[in-house]
């Protein structure tokens, strides 16, 4: 079974469930960080993304990120959306303009990805956000309580996201 020892894919998880309570949905929760770093890490993130090729689903939520290209990973994105699969990644959390170096990944592989950052209040952003053109969506990520823990950050603002383009497809 899955483990959340930092309540993060929990909190994600119930930030797009509570939004989407009143629809007929499925969540597929596919984890792919397990306290590794490194090449172990990216060799989940390859295997999940594959796995989720196979699936053929309406949208993804990519709630991390990393720093670096890797050819397997892109080319899983890259079939996600030539299958119409929306993908929803987060900017990052290091307060970089990505305009001057577009280096977080999968938020910088694709124009059509769409890249979320986080508002500390509305029309404020948090200062840690990552921000810049790449960047197609602003959404309150900071301190948000979903599933017993309450967490800040663009993961949570891309879970909303998420959760709102599904709404609105269904």
Known sequence: GLEDTNGHGTNI??????????????II???????????????????????????????VNISLIGFGTYPDEYNAIRTLLDNKTVIVAAAGN????????????????????ITVGNLAYVGLRNSTSNYGKYVKRWE???????GGYTKSG?????????????????
Not at 16 to 25: A, E, F, S
Not at 160 to 165: F, M, P
């Open 13 to 26: 998880s119930f930030i797009i469930h509570n939004y989407l309570q009143d629809k007929n949905y499925c």
């Open 29 to 59: 929760m596919v984890k792919v960080v397990n306290g590794q770093k490194g090449m172990d890490k990216l060799q989940y993130m390859i295997d999940g993304l594959t796995y989720l090729v196979d699936l053929k689903p309406d949208i």
């Open 94 to 113: 290091n307060g970089m303009n990505l305009d001057e170096d577009c280096n977080v990944y999968p938020a910088c592989y694709s124009n059509r990805i």
């Open 140 to 146: 309150l990520g900071t301190n948000i309580t979903a």
């Open 154 to 170: 663009t993961s949570q603002a891309t879970a909303l996201v998420t959760a709102k383009i599904a709404r609105s497809l269904k």
